[in-house]
T-cell receptor, first 115, second 110 residues
Framework: EPEVTQTPSHQVTQMGQEVILRCVPISNHLYFYWYRQILGQKVEFLVSFYNNEISEKSEIFDDQFSVERPDGSNFTLKIRSTKLEDSAMYFC?????????????FGSGTQLSVL | SQQGEEDPQALSIQEGENATMNCSYKTSINNLQWYRQNSGRGLVHLILIRSNEREKHSGRLRVTLDTSKKSSSLLITASRAADTASYFCATGTGANNLFFGTGTRLTVIP
């Protein structure tokens, strides 16, 4: 089965630094998402992306966050100035033509640790 | 918030028994999906039920949906140790987002 791949699997950064989390969605998918999960807590929606623009975003996705699809295959999440509370597992997901009316495929995640 | 709430938060059963997890949500939905997460890993889609459906089966999984009560249940029959994981419901409203519930941690004891 096709997979969503995320790199790196672990990222350690200092508070205030910028980080970029990378994802390669499934090649023929049209909708892309970022979620995060703080250890032991629920999976939280951050943002969805379609047709080269953000289509939905949550309250968590403030001005410190941005997403980009720089080429035909990558989808990135940038955190401009990391805070301690940004420490979490970040999941990328993608889906086909139906968007959230069909299943989402998730990557294995990037564990971000902000020190 | 339209996020779902799963019940129970944790469930421990013997191998071979059935496991039932419930999900309640707050807003109108287009569909409800169930996902599984092994510890420290990504989420894997299990089953999707649309708002006009009441019941769906997939292998050992049975999902029901009651839109009047805004609730869903996931039944895993004849559980196996490999079913040990966290299970999440997720609601789709037609907007381009999918909101996850708080999860049920299932432990199947061999």
């Amino acid at each position: 089965e096709p997979e969503v791949t995320q790199t790196p699997s672990h990222q350690v950064t200092q508070m205030g630094q910028e980080v970029i989390l990378r994802c390669v969605p499934i090649s023929n998918h049209l909708y892309f998402y970022w979620y995060r999960q703080i250890l032991g807590q629920k999976v939280e929606f951050l943002v969805s992306f379609y047709n080269n623009e953000i289509s939905e975003k949550s309250e968590i996705f403030d001005d410190q966050f941005s997403v980009e699809r720089p080429d035909g295959s990558n989808f990135t999440l940038k955190i401009r100035s990391t805070k301690l509370e940004d420490s979490a597992m970040y999941f990328c997901a993608s889906s086909g033509l139906g968007g959230t009316n069909e299943k989402l495929f998730f990557g294995s995640g990037t564990q971000l640790s902000v020190l | 918030s339209q996020q779902g709430e799963e019940d129970p938060q944790a469930l421990s059963i013997q191998e071979g028994e059935n496991a039932t997890m419930n999900c309640s949500y707050k807003t109108s939905i287009n569909n409800l999906q169930w996902y599984r997460q092994n510890s420290g890993r990504g989420l894997v889609h299990l089953i999707l039920i649309r708002s006009n459906e009441r019941e769906k089966h997939s292998g050992r999984l049975r999902v029901t949906l009651d839109t009047s009560k805004k609730s869903s249940s996931l039944l895993i029959t004849a559980s196996r140790a490999a079913d040990t994981a966290s299970y999440f419901c997720a609601t789709g409203t037609g907007a381009n987002n999918l909101f996850f519930g708080t999860g049920t941690r299932l432990t199947v004891i061999p």
